[in-house]
């Protein structure tokens, strides 16, 4: 059963904020189309060369947060709250402010701009139920895992909220086979879509969300490191300091998800 918010600490009105909204096309595409001119880059979506300076590593884009709070505090489990309680509540919070983060540059991530979901040199394949592997786009790749994550998080027989009601035993595992979905996501976002979030102002949410995520999912063992590899240099700059700004230098229903580093699935 998921506690009530109202009981839980305020360590989520950190991420309460959500990405600015209200903003037209017309808006959306002026903004990416002056930050792509000045770069002289084409449209996102393709990954950039191996030599290509990572400019969301760039130390004025890196400091930049919503808040200039310590997450590393702030996901330690409360003494007062079950453990799956809080499992439950963090990660639908992340679900969702991932998904939102994500609908912001969403338009520019189409399957003709991204036709893998890649991330560096590894490539993420969706898996059917019947455990076949799908190619496909990067979009069509999100909206597998929100759909899969979505079906999950509302399942009373998963994410119990009445009382009473127990959560699975293999409920850890799902957690973690949504924090690896979430993941990917979020490494996608930086990796082929940067321009635009920066072009939008909301690379502070994104590196925000970024740090708190990995956090929660290192204290309680969430993520594998080798899953993370891809993206380790950016979370030393942003989780190095505990998640302040300024920081340094199983049995889920629906399908599932598999990488491919250099040529070799994993």
Known sequence: MLADPSSLPTDRAVLSQP??????CKMVLQAVGKVLRKSKAKPNGKKPATEEKKMYLEPEYARSRITDVGFKELVVLPREIDLNEWLASNTTTFFHHVNLQYSTISEFCTGEACQTMAVCNTQYYWYDERGKKVKCTAPQYVDFVMSS????????????????????????ALVKKICK??????????WSHFKETLALELHGHLNTLYAHFILFAREFNLLDPKETAVMDDLTEVLCSGGGRG?????????????????GKER
């Open 19 to 24: 990405p600015k909204a209200g903003l037209s």
């Open 149 to 172: 994550v979505q079906k999950l998080v509302t399942d009373e027989d998963v994410f119990p909220t009445k009382y009473g009601r127990e959560f699975p035993s293999s409920f850890e």
């Open 181 to 190: 979905y979430l993941f990917h996501v979020l490494a996608h976002i930086y």
């Open 246 to 262: 300024g920081g340094g230098g199983a049995g889920a229903s629906g399908g599932g998800a598999g990488a491919q580093n250099h």
